[in-house]
């Protein structure tokens, strides 16, 4: 039967505690982008401290495989993050666990920025323990974050806020980058500009500091996660206690009582049947299948692109102190986040709930793919022209921010909204949490894939072309999965799913 308290959550007008909802939820995507997307800018401080004594060209350079390790060793912890917070959202409550996905996330980043000593190998190894416990806590605040603003949303506007969500990781990026700017003239004007050592040991504590400072959003919500009611649409299909999922929504939502008060209470029933059984797989499989390889092919791209952009435009500058090479690393990061990333998460917020989820997806892939084409077959004449001719690098840059801006106005975005939209709520966060890690691991192909193919200066310009049509293809593939297998859920009541007869 229908119940009145979910009906009245479908029909509820916009209201302050939907966008109180977005800025908790939202700030675990924030904190995850910000630590992520830092750790480039990082590892060109770790180069100029710690391989300062490499021959030329290499000095100052962080070894790839160090890179490729540092940046893929977080994405494992949010492989299995996504998978072990996504399966408790779904067993004991998505309220239970959200406080603590976060608070690991802060620890973490406090921990990063201590790294316990100074010698190079103390120094990597235990940065990479912390930066694999932050990632469990990214991981988890994934699935918890998006079914957690997808069940208090209406089904008019649920798209617009899961996106407006999951845009805050495009503000985690370019505060990244600010901060890193911010941080790096502060100690260059304390340094007086031209150090006689381009590497003042005083960088060493600079960016332990950068990584630090992504604890405080994540720390400054945790009383507000933690004051959250459970949602009320698990409280009353999960846990069938419809009283209290009424009172809960009576007490964040401005809808009375005598609106959403059931006439008769739901019995307790046994679940139907269990997760990935033969009679899932059979209602769901193709929905669980779309999500986890869309999201994985996605990744492939996003993140290839996102944590070395750096290494594909950007020239060492070795007559540069550290925090000069930074700070320009930075500049860079933070212009195309505001010129294409967080653009691409504004479109998506403002057409998902008009155009719908599987034609932006479709959309997004398509434009990617032929952007990634034209670079690929074109990176020859960009990696020749003479450094001082703008006209053809501005060009160039013009081309890649165009990937980033339609990979969130479109498969970035979606593959974060349709699984928190598509399964019954015993396991929405479980599929969402499944999809997600499927996701991470192409992440993880992404990145280390692609550091390890450009690598060396004599071949980069050959590699990087033939990775960039290849990212083409991957994105081609993304569009057809997406048009054969995705199911499209705008307007569409949460509910809808649970009628699985």
């Known amino acids: 039967m229908a119940?009145?308290?979910l009906s009245a959550l479908d029909l509820a007008r916009t209201q302050f505690y939907h966008f109180k909802a977005i800025i908790i939820t939202g700030m675990g995507l924030f904190t995850d982008a910000y630590d992520l997307f830092s750790i480039p800018l990082v590892m060109r401080f770790i180069g100029r401290i710690f391989y300062e004594k490499r021959a030329q060209p290499d000095k100052y350079v962080t070894p790839p495989m160090v890179v490729s390790i540092m940046a893929a060793i977080a994405l494992v912890g949010t492989v299995i993050g996504q998978a072990v917070f996504g399966r408790l959202g779904d067993l004991v409550g998505r309220r239970r666990v959200y406080g603590i996905a976060l608070m690991i996330m802060v620890l973490s980043s406090?921990?990063?920025?201590?790294?316990v000593c100074t010698t190079r190998s103390c120094v990597l190894v235990s940065l990479g323990l912390f930066r694999f416990i932050l990632g469990f806590g990214v991981g988890g605040d994934y699935p918890l974050s998006a079914t957690i603003m997808s069940e208090y949303a209406n089904k008019r506007t649920r798209g617009c806020f899961i996106a407006a969500v999951f845009s805050m990781q495009?503000?985690?990026?370019?505060?990244?980058?600010?901060?890193?700017?911010?941080?790096?003239?502060?100690?260059?004007?304390?340094?007086?500009?031209?150090?006689?050592?381009?590497t003042p040991k005083e960088a060493d504590i600079a960016w332990r500091l950068i990584l630090m400072l992504g604890a405080i959003p994540a720390g400054l919500t945790f009383y507000w996660r933690m004051k959250m009611p459970e949602t009320p649409r698990y409280t009353a299909l999960v846990e069938r206690n419809i009283i209290q999922a009424a009172m809960d929504m009576e007490n964040v939502m401005e809808v009375p009582m005598s609106q959403i008060v059931e006439d008769e209470l739901l019995p307790p029933s046994p679940l139907p049947y269990p997760l990935?059984?033969?009679?899932f797989f059979r209602l769901h499989g193709r929905d669980l299948f779309s999500c986890c390889f869309t999201w994985f092919l996605v990744d492939i791209v996003f993140y290839s692109s996102n944590f070395f952009q750096s290494r594909i435009y950007l020239e060492e500058n070795g007559d540069k102190n550290v925090y000069q090479d930074v700070f320009e690393a930075a500049k860079l990061q933070a212009i195309i986040a505001l010129c294409s990333t967080i653009p691409g998460y504004f479109f998506s917020v403002y057409f998902i709930d008009k155009v719908g989820r599987v034609k932006i997806q479709m959309m997004g892939f398509s434009l990617m793919a032929l952007v990634f084409l034209v670079l690929g077959i074109t990176y020859d004449n960009?990696?020749?022209?003479?450094?001082?001719?703008?006209?053809?690098?501005?060009?160039f840059l013009v081309l890649y921010g165009l990937t980033f801006f339609f990979a969130n106005f479109g498969p970035n975005t979606t593959t974060f909204i349709v699984p928190a939209g598509l399964f019954?709520?015993?396991?929405?966060?479980?599929?969402?949490?499944?999809?997600?890690?499927?996701?991470?691991?192409?992440?993880?192909?992404?990145?280390?894939?692609?550091?390890w193919a450009s690598d060396g200066e004599k071949t980069r310009g050959m590699t990087v072309s033939l990775i960039l049509i290849i990212l083409a293809g991957v994105c081609l593939l993304g569009m057809a999965i997406t048009f054969f297998f995705t199911h499209e859920t705008m307007g569409r009541s949460l509910e809808e799913n649970e009628n699985d007869d």
């Open 3 to 5: 119940l009145k308290v």
């Open 170 to 198: 495009g503000f985690g990026i370019l505060v990244a980058s600010v901060v890193t700017m911010v941080v790096c003239a502060i100690f260059n004007r304390a340094a007086k500009g031209a150090p006689k050592d381009p």
């Open 276 to 279: 990935l059984s033969k009679q």
């Open 110 to 115: 406090i921990g990063c920025g201590f790294s």
């Open 382 to 395: 960009y990696r020749d022209v003479e450094l001082n001719d703008l006209k053809n690098k501005t060009s």
């Open 424 to 451: 019954p709520a015993r396991f929405r966060s479980t599929c969402h949490g499944i999809s997600g890690a499927i996701g991470k691991v192409g992440a993880i192909i992404g990145s280390v894939g692609f550091v």
